[in-house]
């Protein structure tokens, strides 16, 4: 299949570990934040999402992180697995509208 | 389940070629989108409808029209198509009525201009 990105930053992990993948969002008053996944020759699919007045959402094996103070948004995979190869990306919008930032992405690379 | 389609994978076109990206989703949304993506760069907006025969720029509209003649049908036109149009064409759709709605997106067309 087709990279997403080729000079994306990359997190490798063993299979079974715990992965964080880390985003930077631009907009301080940004208050809905959605993590995509990506993988190879496929759209974007969306994972989770959490509005800014909470500062942590679960899902399942994910968890969504939120950190007003410092503009940070985490996504965390328990127990990483091998179809959780793919990247990632974090998208931010204002007033909940559809007028999404996406960052760049983080590629995940599960090892066995 | 939320499905959007984009007709085409893989298109090759010639510069100057007019090119037609079409997208049709399934679930009755309002909004729809398209996107551009290339490496190392975030997803760009290029045009958004909030309705049929509706049209908004995005980000990088230059180059690009859109046409919404039917709610489900929303279609990404490169009027004279330029070699810097390369790239990974993505379509999304919302619904617009909650205030946060997540995109859907298709599986994306890659187009090559030579």
């Known amino acids: 299949g087709e990279s997403v990105g080729l000079h994306l930053p990359t997190l490798s992990v063993q299979e079974g570990d715990n992965s964080i993948i880390n985003c930077a969002y631009s907009?301080?008053?940004?208050?809905?934040f959605i993590w995509y996944k990506q993988e190879s020759g496929k759209g974007p699919q969306f994972i989770i999402d959490?509005?800014?007045?909470?500062d942590k959402r679960q899902g399942q094996r994910v968890t969504v992180l939120l950190n007003k103070t410092v503009k940070h948004l985490s996504l965390q995979i328990a127990a990483t697995q091998p179809g959780d190869s793919a990247v990632y990306f974090c998208?931010?919008?204002?007033?909940?509208?559809?007028?999404?930032?996406f960052g760049p992405g983080t590629r995940l690379s599960v090892l066995p | 389940d939320v499905k959007v389609t984009q007709s085409s994978r893989y298109l090759v076109k010639r510069t100057g070629e007019k090119v037609f990206l079409e997208c049709v989703q399934d679930?009755?949304?309002?909004?729809m989108f398209w996107y551009r993506q290339d490496p190392g760069l975030g997803l760009r907006l290029i045009y958004f409808?909030?309705?049929?025969?509706?049209?908004e720029k995005g980000d990088i509209p230059e180059g690009y029209s859109v046409s919404r003649e039917k709610k489900e049908r929303f279609s990404l036109i490169l009027e004279s198509a330029s070699t810097n149009q390369t790239s990974m064409y993505l379509c999304?759709?919302?619904?617009?009525?909650?205030?946060?709605?997540?995109?859907?997106f298709g599986d994306g067309t890659r187009l090559s201009i030579l």
């Open positions: 907009n301080s008053a940004s208050d809905y």
């Open positions: 959490i509005r800014s007045n909470m």
């Open positions: 409808s909030y309705d049929v025969k509706m049209k």
């Open positions: 679930m009755d949304h309002e909004n």
């Open positions: 998208a931010e919008t204002l007033n909940y509208g559809q007028n999404f930032v």
């Open positions: 999304a759709s919302s619904a617009l009525d909650s205030p946060d709605q997540p995109q859907h």
